[in-house]
C-alpha cells in the first residue's frame, strides 16, 4: 500500500528557499502523477502543484508560477517542490497526494493516498 512522507518544511525569511520532498514506500513512485496542495490556518485547502508520472507534465497555481518548480525522480520514489523567493502568505502546512491519473489535476477527489504534510512558515 502506497504511503507518502513529506519533509523539508520549516520556519524561512521572506524571499528565502525550501524544498520539499515527498517520499513513497510501499508501491513504485512511477505508477503515480502526484499534487502538491496547502493548507493555512482558518483557510480551505489549495492545490499548489501538479506533476504526471513521466514528470514531463507539470501546472502552478497562479500564486506560485515563476516562484516553485516541481521535479520527480522516480528512482528515488521522491517529487520535489523547490520554493523560491517566500512570502508570508505561503505559510502553509503542504501536503503530496498520489493519484491514478497519469496527469493529475486540481480535484482532491482523485487522490487516494496524502501524506502527513509539513509545516512551512514565512517570517520574519
Known amino acids: 500500500q502506497l504511503q507518502l512522507v513529506e519533509s523539508g518544511g520549516n520556519l524561512v525569511q521572506p524571499g528565502g528557499s525550501l524544498r520539499l520532498s515527498c517520499t513513497a514506500s510501499?508501491?513504485?513512485?512511477?505508477?503515480?502523477?502526484i499534487g502538491w496542495f496547502r493548507q493555512a490556518p482558518g483557510q480551505e485547502r489549495e492545490g499548489v502543484s501538479l506533476i504526471s508520472r513521466s514528470g514531463t507534465s507539470t501546472d502552478y497555481a497562479i500564486s506560485v508560477k515563476g516562484r516553485f518548480t516541481i521535479s520527480r525522480d522516480n528512482a528515488k520514489s521522491t517529487v520535489y517542490l523547490q520554493m523560491n523567493n517566500l512570502k508570508p502568505e505561503d505559510t502553509a502546512i503542504y501536503s503530496c497526494?498520489?493519484?491514478?491519473?497519469?496527469?493529475?489535476?486540481?480535484?482532491?477527489?482523485?487522490?487516494?493516498?496524502w501524506g502527513q504534510g509539513t509545516q512551512v512558515t514565512v517570517s520574519s
Open positions: 497526494a498520489a493519484t491514478h491519473l497519469p496527469i493529475p489535476t486540481w480535484g482532491p477527489s482523485q487522490y487516494i493516498t
Open positions: 510501499g508501491s513504485p513512485l512511477d505508477y503515480y502523477g
